[in-house]
């Protein structure tokens, strides 16, 4: 199974882009799904993750208020809006899978075991 993301780019400080991640397979909607990033020189992180809906749905404090994730389960996808950018958002952008069903995936990278190929977002003043 592979996780393919999209969305990633070029976008001036206070812009928004709007990241994509598709999950192939029937049981999608089961299973909690995150977005980490990793900037350069530093340590991937958590960004976001979302089990069905509130209140199953949290952020990195980094992100609160201005990022928002949500998924579509008929099309098997999870998207991140993110808004009022900064250039310290640049990073490549994961999702990545929970690995167990019907629970939250949590801010590690060890609560989730398949992960996209990552898309490369960069914010410019």
């Known amino acids: 199974v592979q996780l393919v993301e999209s969305g990633g780019g070029l976008v001036q400080a206070g812009g928004s882009l709007r990241l994509s991640c598709l999950v192939p397979?029937?049981?999608?909607?089961?299973?909690?799904m995150g977005w980490f990033r990793q900037a350069p020189g530093e340590v991937r992180k958590f960004v976001a993750s979302?089990?069905?809906?509130?209140?199953?749905?949290h952020y990195a404090d980094s992100v609160k208020g201005r990022f928002t994730i949500s998924r579509d389960n008929a099309k098997n996808t999870v998207y991140l809006q993110m808004n009022s950018l900064k250039p310290e958002d640049t990073a490549v952008y994961y999702c990545?899978?929970?690995?167990?069903?019907?629970?939250?995936?949590?801010?590690?990278?060890?609560?989730?075991?398949?992960w996209g190929q990552g898309t490369q977002v960069t914010v410019s003043l």
């Open positions: 990545a899978k929970s690995e167990i069903a019907g629970v939250t995936g949590g801010a590690e990278e060890s609560g989730y075991d398949i």
């Open positions: 397979g029937r049981r999608f909607r089961q299973y909690a």
């Open positions: 979302i089990l069905w809906n509130e209140p199953n749905i």
